[in-house]
């Protein structure tokens, strides 16, 4: 019983996004090898959403940031594994405040590269069908929607993420933010999300994170978004 306290929670982190890895996934997804969580190729250049975010930062976020979170989540996961080894439940316990932070933070990042598009793909192209209705009935209009998961970026006191979520029992569409690196889980499904950490933009936009905010629409794949809404 004890070695399998901390079985299913990793084991439905896994699940989450599970699939075959490629040399080149194209669209990012959520990739495991051998048990392990790999970094997601992007399906565009790191410097393809210029100028709304820069190459370098791109570079950066996904190669060093996104990739530090692989590399910790594995490594709790090993941790996890020794300890139900050694059937030490307070070890595994322990443990679970990492996997959250580091596996949310390759959950989070890789929704989010999913979430982002040059306009040659059609980056900031506005959402059509149910999303288009379900964001005008909840929010008025696009513009409105806009204004308001900004508002939701800019009251984030330190780090985190603002998300476009849908009730899985509702349907019903809204806006939550989330501190740090905390997953969309549970009630809630993610459609669309933005990093607030500052490395997402202070490299580019410094202080000005409202620029950053006003900037990432032009870039936003709403094609995605749709395809996660239901």
Known sequence: MAASLFRTSTRSVLRAGASSVTPRAGVAGLTFARGKATLPD????????????????MELH????????VNSYNAAIEQV?????????????????LINFHGGGHINHTLFWENLAPKSAGGGEPPSGALAS????S???????????????????????AWLVQDKQTGAIGIKTYANQDP??????????IDAWEHAY????????????????DVINWKTVEKRFS
């Open 42 to 57: 992007l399906s565009y250049d790191y410097g393809a959403l210029e100028p709304s975010i820069s190459g370098k930062i």
């Open 62 to 69: 996904h190669k060093n940031h996104h990739q530090t979170y």
């Open 81 to 97: 594994q020794e300890a139900q080894a050694k059937e030490d439940i307070a070890a595994q316990i322990s443990l679970k405040p």
């Open 134 to 137: 379900a964001i005008d009935g």
């Open 139 to 161: 929010f008025g209009s696009l513009n409105e929607f806009q204004s308001k998961m900004n508002a939701a970026l800019a009251g984030i006191q330190g780090s985190g993420w």
């Open 184 to 193: 969309v889980v549970g009630q809630f499904k993610p459609l669309l999300g």
């Open 202 to 217: 202070y490299l580019q936009y410094q202080n000005r994170k409202a620029e950053y905010f006003g900037a990432i629409w």
